[in-house]
């Protein structure tokens, strides 16, 4: 029996139902007001202490790559896939996209996270992952 | 109150694939070429030693330098990703310039495992997201680039066809074969818009650069030494383009933007040294990536934001332009031994000055910069003058 397995129980929320939307576990520095992601509880700004803020799950894109050669250690999926950098909430993410072929892309395109299967790891387990993906 | 600094001596092992020599062969003929080329130098006369690497492992430094002797100097082995050999350039002249010692050696030293770069410092998520490959860094930023300023992929492709040109002249090169267009751009894709021969190999070699005070330069030969005019080092900021690039983990700022590292230190390195980019004769880059190199050249003012692509169109970089960047063959054709690189950028730059550059002699080269970008947002600039 195939279980699933999160990349991290620390960077996204998983949706409960089909209707809920998932979100980014960002932080919020209290002093400066920058957003970061992962959250982490100071800031690269100014050393400020941060809180933890949801973002997303909309996002802009702000840069575009796929990886078609070689094939990154430790990642199982299909090749090529699409690398972007997200603008989300003040933040860009660098992040797994669903669209490999970079001239179906364009900058500032609306995107929306999703948590998707990235590949099926050597013991049959699914390995989940967040992904954006370009709003249709 | 600084004192100035003289580049005496330079060595370096050519680069490339050496199956039968050991880290320390290599370091240790690199360090016996400097101090031959400082006018035969007694090894005793060194009195600090800074040597960069990456893959070099503990005691790097102190295994080289055990070959030539262990007199009790200070040995400070540092990594700073690929900018690690002028790291240890700029902590030797900053120690002679201080008045803390009259002659330091800067090394430069890697012996670097074959294919692309494994990244270690990345967090597992990413990892299992495909995300920890540093060619996604650069392809990246070159994507932005193109859909910013209109910078196209043949355009990437001449930077690795001019710098293969010039590569075909420098015995030191890994590659001195030329390349045409149609085999740049028909090359593999490895993650769009950058194909395999836009990314500079991982390789083997070593550096050393002999630094030292004028006076002790005089003893030696006053002829044959050139000055360091500016010596720059630091690491990007937050809000800017580079900051934790290769080391994976943080997000970016979509809402501050700094300056860029590197038009901030060759902003510096062109105060200090008086030298401005339209004075310069040569630069000496850090071309990781073909798009590296466009991006550099308007970070350092070469051309205007947005022209880069238009430099290497009109020909203006190359050994005959109006400022001939990488004419060494730079990282693309030379290899990027990571803690070596920078120290042979630098040598490039000494024996253009000194007009000691073979075929690849930019004819009356007075003054020279040359940039190294390491992991981590690392970076160098440093200014050499005649």
């Known amino acids: 029996m195939a279980t699933d397995i999160y990349i991290s129980d620390s960077l996204f929320t998983v949706p409960k139902s089909p209707s809920e939307k998932p979100h980014l576990m960002g932080s919020k520095c209290k002093t400066c007001g920058e957003v970061t992601f992962p959250k982490q509880p100071w800031c690269a700004n100014c050393g400020g202490e941060a809180e933890e803020l949801l973002i997303g799950p909309k996002g802009k894109l702000y840069s575009f790559s796929n990886v078609n050669n070689p094939v990154p250690e430790g990642y199982k999926g299909p090749i090529p896939f699409g690398v972007g950098s997200v603008a989300v909430d003040g933040v860009r993410v660098m992040c797994y996209i669903t669209e490999p072929d970079p001239s179906k892309l364009k900058i500032d395109m609306d995107m929306e996270l999703v948590v998707e299967p990235l590949f099926v790891d050597d013991e049959g387990n699914n390995v989940i992952g967040f992904k954006f993906r370009p709003v249709a | ?386």
């Open chain 2, 1 to 386: 109150m600084l004192r100035d600094v003289m580049v005496l001596g330079v060595g370096v092992h050519p680069f490339g694939r050496f199956d039968g020599k050991t880290f320390e062969d290599l370091g240790q003929e690199a360090v016996v070429t400097a101090l031959k080329d400082a006018g035969g130098m007694p090894w005793k006369e060194v009195q600090a030693a800074f040597c960069g690497t990456m893959h070099g492992g503990t005691g790097a430094g102190h295994r080289v330098l055990a070959r030539v002797g262990m007199t009790g100097i200070p040995i400070v082995n540092l990594e700073t990703g690929c900018a690690a050999g002028s790291s240890a350039f700029i902590m030797a002249y900053r120690t002679v310039a201080a008045g803390i010692a009259d002659v330091a050696i800067a090394i430069g030293v890697e012996k670097m495992p074959r294919g692309f770069m494994k990244m270690t410092s990345y967090p597992q998520w990413q990892t299992m997201s495909g995300l920890a490959i540093n060619t996604l860094e650069f392809s990246l930023r070159a994507s932005r680039h193109m859909a910013e300023y209109g910078t196209t992929e043949e355009q990437l492709a001449k930077v690795s066809v001019k710098s293969h040109k010039n590569g075909a002249l420098n015995p030191y090169a890994m590659y001195q074969k030329e390349m045409s267009l149609e085999q740049v751009i028909t090359s593999k894709m490895v993650c769009f818009p950058l194909r395999l021969m836009e990314f500079a190999a991982p390789g083997e070699g070593a550096g050393a650069a002999i630094l030292c005070s004028e006076e002790v330069a005089k003893k030696y030969n006053t002829g044959r030494a050139v000055k360091v005019a500016a010596a720059c080092i630091g690491v990007a900021q937050y809000g800017s383009s580079r900051c934790g690039g290769g080391i994976g983990g943080m997000g970016q700022s979509a809402k501050i933007q700094n300056e860029e590292v590197a038009t901030k230190l060759s902003r510096e390195a062109y105060e200090i040294s008086g030298i401005g980019p339209k004075d310069l004769d040569l630069v000496e880059l850090q071309d990781t990536d073909s798009s590296s190199e466009i991006i550099l050249y308007e970070q350092f003012g070469l051309c205007e934001l947005g022209e880069g692509g238009r430099m290497i169109d009109e020909g203006r970089t190359e050994i005959t332009g109006d400022i001939p960047v990488n004419p060494s063959g730079g990282l693309l054709s030379c290899s990027e031994p990571t803690g070596a690189s920078a120290l042979r950028q630098l040598a490039e730059l000494t024996w253009q000055l000194r007009g000691e550059a073979g075929k690849r002699q930019i004819p009356n080269a007075k003054a020279g910069m040359a940039q190294a970008s390491g992991a981590g947002g690392n970076c160098t600039v440093i200014i050499l003058k005649k």
